[in-house]
Each structure stands twice: as C-alpha cells, then as structure tokens.
Nanobody, 119 residues
C-alpha cells in the first residue's frame, strides 16, 4: 500500500508556528490535483479528528478549534499539501496525519508527524 509522507513536526513554544508538509510519491498515479487532501490529528487520549480539508477546486474547511490559526494549502506541481499552524497552543499537541482521498474510494495515509507545543 502506497503512503504519503508527512514532515515538519517538532517541538515549539506556545504562540509559535510550524508548517507541516505532506508529499505524494510519483508511484501514486492518480492526478494529485483531483484529490481531496486532509490533515487529521490525534490528541493524547482522543480519537483522530479532522483538522482541515482542501478539495480539487481549492475550497477549504477547518475544524472550529483551528479556524483563524491554521491554513491548508497545496502545490499540485510538487504533489504536496501543507498545513501552516500559527498561534500554537499546548492543546494542539498530538500526532498529525495527512490523508489523500481519491474519487475511486482509495485513501492514502501517512505515518504521522508529532507536534508538541510547550506552554
């Protein structure tokens, strides 16, 4: 099973910023620009939750908890989706996952990247 690859996590102080990246390998042959691209996170002791979504036309949606602080974007030429996270809070600490969803129902997930916010 192919996977997408997340990067950019790390340790940051409260109020700081991180940018996560999620790159799709060339071996995923479907058109990147047609995919639904999402960032999820799993906070300690909680279920995985949707953080942000960007669809093929570029429309975006966000969880209420991150609106105004996080921005999802993509670069189709680089087959990469980004999550810019500003004004980070200790409550944002968790593992962040990228999901690429195709029209045929196939999903590609990454291994996750740890984000730790110290307050």
């Amino acid at each position: 099973q192919e996977q997408v690859v997340e990067s950019g996590g790390g340790l940051v102080q409260a109020g700081g910023s991180l940018r996560l990246s999620c790159r799709s390998p060339r071996t995923i042959l479907s058109v990147f620009g047609s995919s639904v691209l999402e960032w999820y996170r799993q906070l300690p002791g909680k279920q995985r939750e949707l953080v942000a979504r960007i669809i093929s036309g570029g429309s975006t949606t966000y969880a209420d908890s991150v609106k105004g602080r996080f921005t999802i974007s993509k670069d189709n030429t680089k087959r990469t989706v980004y999550l810019q996270m500003n004004s980070l809070r200790p409550s944002d600490t968790g593992v962040y996952y990228c999901r690429r969803g195709e029209n045929n129902g196939v999903d590609y997930w990454g291994q996750g990247t740890q984000v730790t916010v110290q307050g």
